[in-house]
């Protein structure tokens, strides 16, 4: 179920984005929000949750961004599970970690089998991994590959992704974070 309605208001993280020339900030709502703005997305879109507060069943829901952290936690690193209709799932990491934990346990509960990436994408010292996953989402919900994404070049990467979510996703407004958890940058979250 996506944020809103009877869910309680959840922030989970922090994103660098940039709009119009100055540095405003992303956490779970503009996430969420983010997503339900483009219509494929919307479609099969459950939400943005902590890593322990993913639902134990996904019913016909067939894509989620996560945070790494537990709710209680500061929050660390974005990451996004897409689930064919065959239930076979696809998991990202801008990283290209495999998914840990509770995120495991939930795709092996929701799935017959899964597969993730294995490329480091991202440049380590930034924070836009909220930004990777939703380009991984709107590209794999199309049936589209993300081979212009290439393994070790993280600034065309990175300029790459925040291009493409500035043209495609209606960035406005975008609201500073109201919680105490974000994400940070790989060599300070290990």
């Known amino acids: 179920m996506a944020f809103g309605g ?3 208001q959840i922030n989970l993280g922090v994103q660098g984005v940039t ?3 100055h540095q405003k900030l992303m956490d779970s709502l503009v996430l969420n929000r983010l997503s339900l703005s483009n219509s494929r997305l919307r479609y099969g879109f459950s939400g943005v949750y902590s890593s322990d507060k993913l639902p134990k ?3 016909r829901y067939r894509s989620f961004i996560v945070n790494t952290d537990p709710a209680h936690c500061k929050g660390r690193h974005w990451q996004a ?3 064919r209709q065959d239930n076979y799932c ?3 990491c801008s990283y290209g970690t495999r998914p840990q934990y509770d995120i495991e346990q939930f795709i092996i509960e929701n799935s017959t ?3 993730w990436n294995e490329n480091i994408l991202q440049y380590p010292n930034t924070m836009a991994c909220g930004l990777f996953c939703l380009y991984f989402l709107w590209h794999i919900s199309r049936g589209l590959p993300i081979n212009r994404l290439r393994n070790g070049n993280h600034c065309a990467n990175e300029r790459l992704v925040q291009n493409f979510v500035q043209r495609y996703f209606k ?3 975008v609201p500073r974070p109201l919680s105490l958890q974000y994400c940070q940058p790989l060599s300070t979250s290990v």
């Open 6 to 8: 009877s869910l309680p």
């Open 19 to 21: 709009q119009g020339g």
């Open 57 to 59: 069943q996904r019913k």
């Open 81 to 83: 599970i897409y689930f």
């Open 90 to 92: 696809v998991f990202f």
């Open 113 to 115: 089998s899964f597969e």
């Open 171 to 173: 960035l406005v407004h």
